[in-house]
C-alpha cells in the first residue's frame, strides 16, 4: 500500500471515531433515565429504583400526599423507592410515613443529592408528607 493512502486510511479512521461512526448519536448523548425529569427547585419521588417508575415532584412542603396541593396518588399503595432533591434553597428535605410530617421519619436528602433508599431493607417507604428541612 502506498504512503498516500495509507495517510488517507489513517484520517478517515480518526474522523469516523471523531465523528461516532456506528453509535447513535442518542447512545452518546443520553440523558440519565429519569433523574433529568425532576425539574429544577423540585424533590422529586419515584415508585423505583434510579428515578425510575412514577414520579411525583414539590416545589414546597406538603403535609399529605394524599389530599394536598399536589396529589401523588401512587403513593397511597407503592412504597417510594428513590428520591432527587433538585432545590436551589441549599435547604435538605425531610419525608415521612404519615401525614402533618407524622408517623416516622423515612430520611433527610440533602441538596443536589440523588439515590435510592438504603433505610428499610431498601424496599422504600410508603411516605405521606415531607419539608424542606431536616
Not at 415508585?47 to 414520579?55: E, I, L, Q, V
Not at 406538603?62 to 417510594?80: I, L, M, N
Amino acid at each position: 500500500m502506498s504512503r498516500f493512502r495509507r495517510v488517507i486510511f489513517r484520517v478517515l479512521a480518526v474522523l469516523l471515531l471523531a465523528i461516532g461512526f456506528g453509535v447513535p448519536s442518542s447512545a452518546l448523548a443520553a440523558p440519565v433515565p429519569g433523574w433529568n425529569d425532576c425539574p429544577s427547585q423540585h424533590v422529586c419521588f419515584w415508585s423505583n429504583d434510579n428515578g425510575t417508575g412514577s414520579m411525583c415532584k414539590w416545589s414546597g412542603d406538603d403535609r399529605d400526599w394524599h389530599s394536598g396541593e399536589v396529589v401523588c396518588s401512587w403513593s397511597k399503595g407503592t412504597k417510594a423507592e428513590s428520591v432527587y432533591n433538585r432545590g436551589t434553597s441549599g435547604r435538605s428535605v425531610s419525608y415521612y410515613t404519615g401525614a402533618n410530617y407524622g408517623g416516622s421519619r423515612g430520611g433527610c436528602t440533602a441538596p443536589g443529592t440523588r439515590g435510592n433508599f438504603a433505610g428499610n431493607n431498601g424496599t422504600g417507604y410508603l411516605l405521606r408528607s415531607h419539608k424542606w428541612e431536616c
